[in-house]
């Protein structure tokens, strides 16, 4: 099974499943002409715009709205962000991004792949990222014996009810907190455990 980021192995595997890491989807590089400076969700340079996506919306309606955030990072002279879904578009169409550090009241290891990919911290920062590309295709040549071609993403055909209902965004947000908590546990426990042997 893929998995986006090393805590996403880290949970597959504790529930007994095989899991490697492949990265997200990838998107194309861009290398036209760049014009803008953003701060989206942070309190940083240029224009602030928000990335909230509202999960009452169709997937349809979701979908444009992502496709229009991702059109303006795409051709954005610098993008300066909070937030982990803008940094790795960005990192993936070659705009240059600026991460804030994550807090650690925010669940910081869901930030894995950025720690993975060696992409640092608060530094304005353009990164060669065919190599994790070509992790995630041949992820999908080895398993679903097919290839991908980075291109605009088109929407998925719905076997599904397009809409969540009320409960889903609190079941998701419970279940992060749950394993954020349990890994911080298990991690003080492992810290605190030699002490106590030497003592």
Request: hydrophobic share 40%; aromatic share 8%.
């Amino acid at each position: 099974m893929g998995a986006r980021d090393p805590l996403t192995v880290e949970r597959l595997t504790a529930a007994g499943l095989v899991s490697e890491l492949t990265g997200c989807a990838t998107l194309p590089r861009y290398d036209g002409p760049r014009t803008g400076v953003f701060s989206v969700d942070h309190d940083g340079p240029g224009t602030r715009i928000p990335h909230t996506i509202s999960r009452q919306l169709t997937v349809a309606e979701q979908w444009q709205q992502a496709e229009r955030l991702l059109s303006q990072y795409r051709t954005a002279a610098e993008v300066h962000t909070s937030r982990l879904h803008v940094a790795l578009p960005c990192l993936a169409m070659g705009t240059p991004v600026w991460m804030a550090r994550p807090s650690p009241s925010v669940f910081p290891e869901r930030y894995s792949l950025i720690d993975e990919l060696g992409v640092p911290y608060e530094r304005l920062v353009v990164q060669d990222m065919h190599a994790a590309a070509g992790r995630f295709q041949s992820f999908l040549r080895r398993h679903l014996g097919r290839d991908i071609n980075p291109g605009v993403p088109r929407m998925p055909s719905l076997m599904t009810p397009d809409r969540l209902q009320w409960w889903e965004p609190l079941r998701f947000r419970l279940a992060d907190e749950w394993w954020s908590l349990r890994m911080r546990w298990g991690r003080l426990l492992a810290r605190l455990r030699p002490r106590s042997n030497r003592g």
